[in-house]
């Protein structure tokens, strides 16, 4: 069985528990926000998607990384090293994501209540 140099093991263990805090962080919100203007009867369905949608995501990352990794040579750290840096890419691109498509959509929001009113009726 192949080891991990102590050093290149406390970067991936490091890189592994922020990974987890930021799931963890950001699916929470997800899925409320995945199911807010659904109607009653279909908020079930709605999160049974959204649930589906964070399970392909993370089936896909995975998929993308190991392509990766595997490419990357026969030393075990350097598939975990190329592995590291495709994930930092993967996140870089959902950071940026986010930024350009979902902040936009918030201030669209902020601009037009759920509850109509008179003036905006």
């Known amino acids: 069985m192949r080891t991990l140099h102590p050093i290149l093991a406390g970067h991936v263990r490091a890189v592994g528990i922020a990974t987890r805090a ?3 962080l950001a699916f929470a919100p997800l899925t409320p926000a995945g199911i807010a203007r659904v109607a009653t009867e279909d908020a079930g369905a709605a ?3 959204v649930n589906t949608a964070h399970q392909l995501g993370s089936a896909v990352v995975l ?3 190991v392509a990766v990794s595997a490419g990357a040579g026969a030393a075990l750290s350097e598939q975990v090293r190329a592995a590291l840096i495709g994930s930092s ?3 870089g691109l959902s950071l940026l994501a986010a930024i350009v498509l ?3 959509t918030r201030s669209l ?3 037009s209540p759920l509850v109509p009113t008179e003036e905006n009726a």
């Open 63 to 65: 998929a993308i990384l």
């Open 89 to 91: 890419v993967l996140m």
């Open 47 to 49: 999160s049974g998607l």
């Open 102 to 104: 979902v902040l936009p």
């Open 22 to 24: 930021g799931q963890g």
């Open 109 to 111: 929001r902020a601009a």
